[in-house]
């Protein structure tokens, strides 16, 4: 009989400290609340157990990273391979030293934005309307009411698929919207920024100008999964969304929202599929009636359960 991964990674790996889970539900961890398990689930201890696990990791076993969960579709069949979760105080604290801030990517957007604030920089008030955490702001150059990680990044630290640490200049992660050229098998596990000094009580404000738009217009109260496409050049998504006559379109479950049409809402029984599908079908709707095709913004994760009964 084959070894589990689980126990394989335990055999090979015998001084991980971390939390390491076959078989380990997914779903309660994503903002949409669908999906099927991961194979294994890691949460490791600090960088050095995270390294410790990559080092001793089979070549051909797939690594995928999750955050918080708020810009994340994991598919209905799960997740093969580990899945890496980081958490706790080793990837969770900001330390701030004059005008910039080591953060941890575990570390919510909301909550960088408010410690900037309260030690009077500005510069990162945007996070604050980012329902991510710095991993992803990092991977994806997330940005929000003007401002975007680019602007603030002096540079980040990560592990590669090795175990190997890495260090990564402003220029070296290859910033564009909504990207980076950072290698793919790079965990980020902190990252340094910058702000300028400026008046507490004005960033804050600035910070509930920022929430006050957010919750205007984005149907934060839904189990959603924050801005579902990237705009195009030139153009704003939910317009051609809009255009296309998707606001309010179901499929099963899932809906565009009436509110923003350039979020998909789980509006109680939706499956990963019921999502994804809604999505693509908003896209060939899309493409349809404009020439033109979205990028998703949101991360599509693991197999459909089709593949697993195959």
């Not at 008030?125 to 003007?146: E, V």
Request: hydrophobic fraction near 40%.
């Amino acid at each position: 009989m084959t070894a589990s991964l689980h126990d394989r990674i335990r055999a090979a790996a015998p001084a991980l400290r971390g939390r390491l889970l076959a078989d380990q539900p997914l779903a309660d961890l994503t903002w949409f609340r669908v999906g099927g398990p991961a194979e294994v689930l890691f949460t490791p201890a600090d960088e050095e157990d995270l390294a410790h696990l990559l080092a001793a990791l089979e070549p051909d076993v797939p690594v995928t990273v999750i955050g918080l969960g708020s810009n994340l579709i994991v598919r209905d069949g799960g997740v093969p391979g580990v899945v890496i979760r980081l958490g706790g105080k080793a990837f969770g604290g900001i330390a701030i030293d004059g005008e910039t801030l080591q953060v941890g990517t575990a570390v919510p957007d909301m909550r960088l934005a408010k410690a900037a604030a309260e030690a009077g920089l500005d510069g990162l008030a945007f996070y604050r309307g980012i329902p991510g955490s710095i991993g992803g702001a990092l991977r994806m150059n997330a940005g929000a009411h003007g401002g975007e990680t680019t602007d603030v990044l002096v540079e980040a630290h990560g592990i590669d698929r090795t175990g190997a640490l890495r260090r990564f200049s402003h220029a070296e992660m290859g910033f564009s919207y909504r990207h980076s050229d950072a290698p793919e098998d790079v965990i980020f596990t902190r990252a340094l920024f910058r702000g300028t000094p400026g008046d507490r009580a004005a960033i804050e404000a600035e910070m509930e100008r920022v929430t006050a738009a957010r919750e205007a217009a984005q149907p934060i109260r839904e189990r959603t999964g924050g801005s579902t496409f990237a705009n195009p050049e030139g153009g704003k998504a939910w317009q051609l969304v809009d255009a296309a006559g998707c606001r309010g379109l179901t499929r099963g479950g899932a809906q565009v929202s009436p509110m923003h049409c350039n979020f998909l809402i789980n509006t109680g029984g939706a499956t990963a599929a019921d999502i994804e599908g809604l999505g693509e079908e908003v896209r060939r709707r899309v493409r349809e009636t404009s020439g033109v095709t979205l990028r998703w913004e949101i991360r599509r994760i693991g197999v459909d359960s089709a593949a697993v009964s195959q």
